[in-house]
């Protein structure tokens, strides 16, 4: 497949990309024009913010030490001695407060954990299945983000034909006050889509066919996740209620990350995601340090203080 073809083979994937709610797309290149993502003068994420996680499915004990370590990385107290490191990319947050002259850091914190291996809503979920799963953790707080991560064997209204996780807000179900909260979502693609929604560690469906990436965790559905969800948090915090900074229509919005798409290291483009570090006794390829020794991949963010999408590496 010629470039010129397969770039507008791509542009027609993400014409069909449902996103008000987030998603990663794969390769695209997004130009970087000054004040790439407009505010919509509505609330952004600030604070101390507590993250939930919702197991949906079976999931080993490693595959959830994974993300729970990365969630932990963001904000955690004691950072790893080798640099970048994935709280040095969510700082990148704070540029969208400052850009208000509103100066402000979003702490996240690991919460609870709530599982359920036995499908209680079957194995294949519609949007509203989704909401409900993400009222089963409590919420005592408005400053929550509950997490749903469905297994690799569940599927999920347009997971893999156009997107990979999402993320919106509902109302909470507190019995003491009515507020709005926010949710992700996110599946596990590796069984299902795996060259959508987990590179660059699997081959991509369509376009240039290198060799795919050694996964830092040495899980490619789960490394994928952790892409994605990256990418979903950072539009969560700077766009939880679809009025913070986005560009385009708001029912399929570029943010924070999703503005950067397929960029990870210097020199990106499609199909090749840029200059990575490179774990010299595993092979694995990562661009952040996280704790207890975690490697990550994280996506790139748009800056608005340089109005440029920025890489750790």
């Known amino acids: 497949m010629s470039l010129a073809s397969f770039l507008l083979h791509f542009l027609f994937l993400i014409s069909i990309f449902n996103v008000s709610i987030a998603t990663r797309r794969l390769t695209e290149l997004v130009r970087d024009p000054t004040n790439l993502l407009k505010y919509h003068n509505g609330r952004l994420l600030t604070g101390n913010i507590s993250v939930n996680l919702i197991w949906y499915g079976n999931f080993k004990p490693s595959q959830k030490a994974i993300i729970s370590d990365f969630i932990t ?28 002259n509103r100066p402000g850091s979003i702490s996240i914190g690991l919460g609870k954990q709530v599982s359920d291996p036995k499908y209680s809503l079957g194995k294949s979920l519609t949007d509203d299945n989704l909401v409900k799963l993400a009222l089963s953790a409590s919420i005592d707080l408005p400053d929550t983000v509950n997490i749903v991560l469905t297994a690799a064997d569940v599927a999920v209204t347009r997971f893999c034909t156009s997107r990979c996780g999402t993320h919106s807000s509902t109302l909470s179900n507190s019995k003491n006050a009515h507020y709005k909260f926010v949710y992700i979502w996110v599946g596990n693609s590796d069984t299902q889509c795996p060259g959508q929604c987990a590179w660059p560690f699997h081959r991509p469906i369509y376009g240039p066919q290198g060799a795919p990436l050694v996964a830092p965790n040495k899980d490619v559905g789960l490394d994928g996740m952790v892409i994605n969800l990256a990418s979903l948090l950072a539009g969560t915090a700077t766009n939880p209620f679809g009025d913070g900074y986005y560009q385009g229509d708001v029912r399929a919005p570029l943010e924070a990350a999703s503005a950067c798409p397929g960029v990870y290291g210097k020199g990106a483009y499609p199909g090749y995601p840029g200059n990575l570090l490179v774990d010299p006794k595993t092979g694995a390829s990562f661009n952040a340090y996280g704790t207890k020794g975690r490697k990550y991949l994280v996506p790139a963010m748009y800056d608005p203080s340089t109005s440029k999408c920025s890489t750790l590496v």
Not at 90 to 100: A, C, F, G, I
């Open 73 to 100: 990385s963001i904000s955690s107290t004691s950072q790893p001695s080798q640099k970048p490191s994935v709280a040095t990319w969510w700082k990148t947050t704070e540029n969208y407060h400052r850009k208000l």
